[in-house]
């Protein structure tokens, strides 16, 4: 999304609340690769609210359901919800995905774009694997030619 937007990142405060090895620690060294001042939360960060309202980017990846609230995040910053909290409504039986993002009217009106829960990071990271798995598909078959083509 970054990129398909263009969106310049040297200069840019980032706070990725969530610090997995899988997600957030990636997403903190790629950021300070282009030039962002990044800060890490966890989900017992002191005062997680100030160092959210500060940031022009927001990716929150802690898999806890509305760890950000909607009237946190700084108008015209960019959020990414990478968080999928999955519960099931006892009285109705369907199921509900959250995200780590509280998505109501304010948050809508505060970020200036955003990927939701649902449908914003799950169907690009399927995309993603589908893409990675047909170019590994690509490099073994190729292999496979010149290997039969030196024999």
Not at 27 to 43: I, K, Y
Not at 47 to 55: G, L, S, W
Not at 65 to 88: M, N, R, S
Request: aromatic share 4%.
């Amino acid at each position: 999304m970054l990129q398909l937007y263009d969106v310049k990142l040297s200069g840019k405060v980032a706070c990725i609340v969530g610090a997995s090895k899988t997600v957030g620690l990636p997403l903190s060294l790629a950021l300070s690769s282009r030039g962002s001042t990044v800060t890490m939360c966890t989900v017992q960060t002191n005062d997680i609210q100030a160092k959210v309202e500060f940031a022009d980017l927001v990716i929150a990846c802690a898999g806890v359901a509305h760890v950000v609230k909607a009237d946190w995040i700084k108008p015209g910053a960019i959020v990414i919800d990478a968080g999928i909290t999955v519960l099931e409504d006892v009285a109705t039986g369907k199921i509900k995905i959250l995200g780590d993002v509280e998505q109501t009217d304010t948050f809508w009106q505060r970020a200036s774009l955003v990927t939701p829960v649902p449908g914003g990071v799950g169907p690009i990271t399927v995309a993603m694997l589908l893409q990675n798995t047909l170019d590994a598909y690509k490099v073994r078959v190729t292999k496979q030619i010149l290997e039969a083509k030196n024999q």
